[in-house]
């Protein structure tokens, strides 16, 4: 089962752009990340924030974390045509296996 | 290193055939994990295993799925009998225990059940 929601679940933007993404979760974790998924591939990872940080930056990206409400948002500024994509959340549960359990992903489609 | 393969790419197959999918993890990884993603949706948990062992299973994988990972390299997920609600896309990951929490995906394999 899905550990929560994303919002928008699709968003269409004009390149230089900003988009941000919202992720709820239900549980308590210890790590939360974000990933990024081009039409009919694989994952990839792209920026992880612990459950005791509030904000992290990687390049063009930026996460914040709020657990008290269970939820984290992405941010991408400037965005360009290659971030076109779907994005999900994962967190992993506090779990020993580190498994990760998905949102429900936001469909980002950056217009030229 | 040219990370995670899956083989094959897309699997086409009739209604109560049976069907095997491989995984080949990142070398020096000895977490092995695999996932389904339906159209529209995340991924979901299947099976996770550390080393050649399989320490945890979804409910979602039911007696027709088995996964094996002999000698703690490669894995392979089997799903007998297959059925129309099998039809997804089947993701490995892997990552390296005592790293990040970050997994590496494969491409996936695209099941079709005709």
């Known amino acids: 089962s899905q550990q929560g929601e994303e919002d928008p679940q699709a968003l269409s933007i004009q390149e230089g752009e900003n988009a941000t993404m919202n992720c709820s979760y239900k549980?308590?974790?210890?790590?939360l990340q974000w990933y990024r998924q081009n039409s009919g591939r694989g994952l990839v990872h792209l920026i992880l924030?612990?459950?005791?940080?509030r904000e992290k930056h990687s390049g063009r990206l930026r996460v914040t974390l709020d657990t008290s409400k269970k939820s984290s948002s992405l941010l991408i500024t400037a965005s360009r045509a290659a971030d076109t994509a779907s994005y999900f959340c994962?967190?992993?549960?506090?779990?020993?296996?580190?498994?990760?359990?998905f949102g429900t992903g936001t469909l980002l489609a950056v217009q030229p | 290193d040219t990370g995670v393969s899956q083989n094959p790419r897309h699997k086409i197959t009739k209604r109560g055939q049976n069907v095997t999918f491989r995984c080949d993890p990142i070398s020096e990884h000895n977490r092995l994990y695999w996932y389904r993603q339906t159209l529209g949706q995340g991924p979901e948990f299947l099976t996770y295993f550390q080393n050649e062992a399989q320490l945890e299973k979804s409910r979602l994988l039911s007696d027709r799925f088995s996964a094996e990972r002999p000698k703690g390299s490669f894995s392979t997920l089997e799903i007998q009998r297959t059925e129309q609600g099998d039809s997804a896309m089947y993701l490995c990951?892997?990552?390296?225990?005592?790293?990040?929490?970050?997994?590496?995906f494969g491409p996936g394999t695209r099941l079709t059940v005709t």
């Open positions: 990951a892997s990552s390296f225990s005592t790293s990040s929490y970050e997994q590496y």
């Open positions: 549980t308590s974790i210890n790590n």
């Open positions: 924030i612990r459950s005791n940080e």
């Open positions: 994962a967190t992993d549960g506090r779990g020993a296996t580190n498994k990760l359990i």
